[in-house]
């Protein structure tokens, strides 16, 4: 690659690193790095690295990723394992946690390592795909540099558009629930106008810091309705060799379904760790993610 050929289209490119050694490091591709005397800068990234006051702690990150992991989907969990078995829908349980979390661990050594091939503080979820694409040594895959940033920008709107539509439905049949009998029936599209405001308040708060006791009042709720359900799921038990153990193959697609819609975490690991005190906390066998 010549030393003035651009690596992506728009791409500002500035002042670069060295490879350390002449040698591949374990999991690193010598051979894709950029040009002596050049860097690549993501010029579409306006996120500005957040100021020291407004980082969030160990504890605060926990939290968040606690809030993000653990929400309606667990209420679902029951019909799940109903499409799979008990003993194949709880392994495959604990396969899918496993997968998931060792995606999160890659998604984070990936995105180090591009802060480090590009001179970046950090780097958003869309700018870890936008830099994969440009430091590539295939040429056909940095010209898709920018088109691979759209469509996960693309994609991560849609997913997060549902799960709150989710949210939303949920909320509101519950408090339909509720009131009805009280005040009589009550269309539960009012009740999604009527949380429809405080959501749009809490949307419009960017810092994780001040979203920290809000995430944490939360989880509290969360644990106490659990527990409550758990009373009442726990009484009269049927025996276990009485449920199936695993169930047939055009069940499981609903099981697989159910169970991911429960593994929602992965889009909030690279913004809870653009704005921790200690990033490198994240990781590690006794780390943040895997504490959490």
């Not at 006051?53 to 992991?69: A, C, G, L, Q, R």
């Not at 001179?119 to 540099?145: G, K, M, W």
């Not at 629930?177 to 419009?204: C, K, R, T, W």
């Amino acid at each position: 690659m010549e030393e003035n050929e651009p690596l992506l289209s728009g791409v500002l490119v500035v002042n670069s690193y060295e490879p350390d050694t002449d040698e591949s490091k374990e999991g690193v591709a010598s051979d894709i790095y950029i040009p002596s005397g050049s860097e690549v800068i993501i010029g579409k990234n306006t996120t500005k690295e957040p100021k020291a006051e407004y980082k969030i702690s160990n504890t605060d990150t926990i939290i968040h990723m606690v809030k993000f992991n653990i929400g309606t989907g667990i209420l679902a969990m029951p019909d799940a394992i109903k499409n799979s078995g008990l003993v194949v829908g709880n392994i495959g349980l604990v396969v899918m946690a496993t997968i998931c979390v060792h995606c999160m661990h890659i998604l984070v050594n990936t995105s180090k390592e591009l802060c480090r091939r590009t001179n970046q503080p950090f780097l958003t979820y869309s700018d870890v795909v936008e830099a994969s694409f440009a430091t590539s040594s295939n040429p056909r895959l940095r010209a898709l540099a920018s088109t691979a940033r759209t469509v996960i920008d693309v994609f991560i709107c849609i997913t997060q558009l549902g799960i709150c539509c989710v949210y939303i439905v949920f909320i509101s049949q519950n408090l339909q629930q509720i009131f009805d009998s009280y005040y009589g029936e009550v269309n539960y599209h009012i009740y999604m106008a009527i949380i429809l405001i405080p959501m749009l308040v809490l949307a419009n708060i960017k810092n994780l810091k001040h979203l920290s006791p809000v995430s944490m009042l939360s989880n509290i709720l969360l644990f106490t309705g659990l527990c409550i359900i758990s009373y009442y799921i726990f009484q009269d038990l049927p025996c276990t060799w009485e449920r199936k153990t695993a169930a047939t193959f055009g069940q499981l697609p609903l099981y697989f379904g159910t169970a991911l819609f429960a593994f929602t975490g992965i889009n909030v690991v690279l913004p809870l760790e653009n704005q921790m005190k200690s990033p490198t906390d994240l990781k590690g066998w006794n780390g943040v993610l895997n504490t959490s």
